[in-house]
């Protein structure tokens, strides 16, 4: 069930992926207005250490500001490595300048929520990059994307150029990065204008051809770029298989002839027809499939204090029961166990992953310094890791 969509929206996500084409879904859920905001902006901005010549750049006019040239060593402003200067940056931003942070997921908690719920939507990779612009000027010509783009706008409004060519599924290689004027004498006419609003989403598919201007100061949106799976990537998943190969190994010793080309040709498919039609690879194909998106994670510092300090058997330790007692064995040593312990041995090795917390859950009716002393005696043992 997804947390920003609902089933309808969903739905037609789904039809304009499949069909390739561009849809504005005008907001319907008031949380998708809450992913980012010029507040949050400012704040996240503000966190200076974070940002460097990677992820955070400037644009106007369609040019790429050098990060040079508003950079700063930190040292009066307790930065503790080079990042951009407040002072200049909001002083090209005055001029109007465009502000572009990259790779944002993990950011803030509603950019991963939203990113978790578009790779559950359509069991893609995700990357997300927020775009602030003034009013009237544009940081980027007509182009395409390598990836598919749902683009949330957050703040002020923008109107986006629908151009009406397209790149058949361009992939993130130097033979689509072309130079910015022939992007310009590629995208043909404009056939749709969309006026973005917060909280609204423009779905764009790899390949279409598009750009955005900002009809008022302040518009910012963020682009959730989509990147799925490509037999181009199982080429790359198979890769250790073509290395255990003889044949893709040997060496080409000789050729005389173009029928010696084409016997080699012959060979390399035979081989990879042996390759590819592995019954027992299937499997991990459709495996590779499934897990494809990233597995988007973050900290619960809050469940860690909750449960408390944490203990794990050792791997090499058993118990055992004979007559009536317990023994602690590994491969050399069998202890017996006090008969004070023996509810609390039997638990624990149950479970394997135990804190003080479980424990007295489990058994009220035994002593903190009872639970304590066998901890300690666990830890002194070498028995807990």
Same mark, same amino acid.
């Given at each position: 069930?997804?947390?920003?969509?609902?089933?309808?929206?969903?739905?037609?996500?789904?039809? !304009?992926?499949?069909?390739?084409?561009?849809?504005?879904?005008?907001?319907?859920? %008031?949380? +998708?207005?809450?992913?980012?905001?010029?507040?949050?902006?400012?704040?996240?901005?503000?966190?200076?250490?974070?940002?460097?010549?990677?992820?955070?750049?400037?644009?106007?006019?369609?040019?790429?500001?050098?990060?040079?040239?508003?950079?700063?060593?930190?040292?009066?402003?307790?930065? /503790?490595?080079?990042?951009?200067?407040?002072?200049?940056?909001?002083?090209? +931003?005055?001029?109007? !300048?465009?502000? =572009?942070?990259?790779?944002?997921?993990?950011?803030?908690?509603?950019?991963?929520?939203?990113?978790?719920?578009?790779?559950?939507?359509?069991?893609?990779?995700?990357?997300?990059? +927020?775009?602030?612009?003034?009013?009237?000027?544009?940081?980027?010509?007509?182009? @395409?994307?390598?990836?598919?783009?749902? !683009?949330?706008?957050?703040?002020?409004?923008?109107?986006?150029?629908?151009? %009406?060519?397209?790149?058949?599924?361009?992939?993130?290689?130097?033979?689509?990065?072309?130079?910015?004027?022939?992007?310009?004498?590629?995208?043909?006419?404009?056939?749709?204008?969309?006026? +973005?609003?917060?909280?609204?989403?423009?779905?764009?598919?790899?390949?279409?051809?598009?750009?955005?201007? /900002?009809?008022?100061?302040?518009?910012?949106?963020?682009?959730?770029?989509?990147?799925?799976?490509?037999?181009?990537?199982?080429?790359?998943?198979?890769?250790?298989?073509?290395?255990?190969?003889?044949?893709?190994?040997?060496?080409?010793?000789?050729?005389?002839?173009?029928?010696?080309?084409?016997?080699?040709?012959?060979?390399?498919?035979?081989?990879?027809?042996?390759? @590819?039609?592995?019954?027992?690879?299937?499997?991990?194909?459709?495996?590779? @499939?499934?897990?494809?998106?990233?597995?988007?994670?973050?900290?619960?510092?809050?469940?860690?204090?909750?449960?408390?300090?944490?203990?794990?058997?050792?791997?090499?330790?058993?118990?055992?029961?004979? %007559?009536?007692?317990?023994?602690? =064995?590994?491969?050399?040593?069998?202890?017996? =166990?006090?008969?004070?312990?023996?509810?609390?041995?039997?638990?624990?090795? %149950?479970?394997?992953? =135990?804190?003080?917390?479980?424990?007295?859950?489990?058994?009220?009716?035994?002593?903190?310094?009872?639970?304590?002393?066998?901890?300690?005696?666990?830890?002194?043992?070498?028995?807990?890791?």
């Amino acid at each position: 069930m997804s947390n920003y969509f609902s089933n309808n929206q969903i739905d037609l996500l789904a039809k !304009a992926k499949s069909e390739k084409k561009y849809i504005h879904l005008k907001n319907e859920n %008031e949380s +998708l207005k809450k992913v980012m905001n010029i507040k949050s902006l400012n704040k996240l901005i503000s966190m200076h250490n974070c940002w460097d010549n990677k992820n955070f750049a400037l644009v106007l006019n369609k040019n790429t500001i050098p990060f040079t040239a508003f950079f700063t060593k930190g040292d009066t402003l307790g930065f /503790a490595k080079t990042a951009p200067d407040p002072i200049k940056v909001e002083n090209y +931003l005055r001029k109007g !300048a465009s502000l =572009v942070l990259n790779d944002l997921i993990y950011f803030s908690n509603e950019i991963e929520k939203l990113a978790s719920d578009l790779q559950s939507i359509t069991n893609g990779r995700c990357q997300a990059n +927020l775009y602030f612009s003034m009013q009237s000027h544009q940081a980027f010509a007509p182009h @395409f994307d390598t990836h598919d783009v749902f !683009a949330l706008h957050c703040e002020g409004e923008k109107i986006w150029n629908i151009y %009406e060519n397209f790149e058949k599924d361009p992939i993130n290689h130097p033979i689509y990065k072309q130079e910015l004027n022939d992007k310009t004498e590629k995208p043909g006419k404009i056939i749709d204008q969309v006026l +973005l609003k917060p909280g609204d989403l423009l779905y764009l598919p790899r390949g279409q051809f598009h750009d955005a201007l /900002a009809s008022k100061n302040g518009a910012m949106h963020i682009a959730f770029g989509i990147t799925y799976l490509k037999p181009i990537d199982i080429f790359q998943y198979y890769y250790d298989q073509l290395i255990i190969n003889d044949f893709f190994r040997s060496d080409i010793r000789q050729i005389n002839s173009t029928d010696d080309i084409k016997n080699i040709h012959t060979e390399i498919t035979s081989q990879l027809n042996k390759i @590819f039609n592995n019954e027992k690879l299937y499997e991990h194909s459709l495996n590779y @499939f499934k897990e494809w998106p990233y597995k988007l994670t973050g900290y619960d510092i809050e469940k860690i204090i909750n449960h408390g300090v944490q203990y794990e058997i050792a791997k090499n330790i058993t118990i055992t029961e004979e %007559e009536k007692k317990i023994f602690i =064995v590994n491969e050399k040593h069998k202890v017996p =166990v006090p008969e004070k312990f023996f509810q609390i041995i039997k638990f624990v090795f %149950e479970k394997r992953i =135990v804190s003080y917390k479980s424990i007295k859950s489990e058994f009220n009716n035994i002593s903190d310094d009872i639970i304590n002393e066998f901890i300690d005696a666990m830890k002194n043992m070498k028995i807990f890791i």
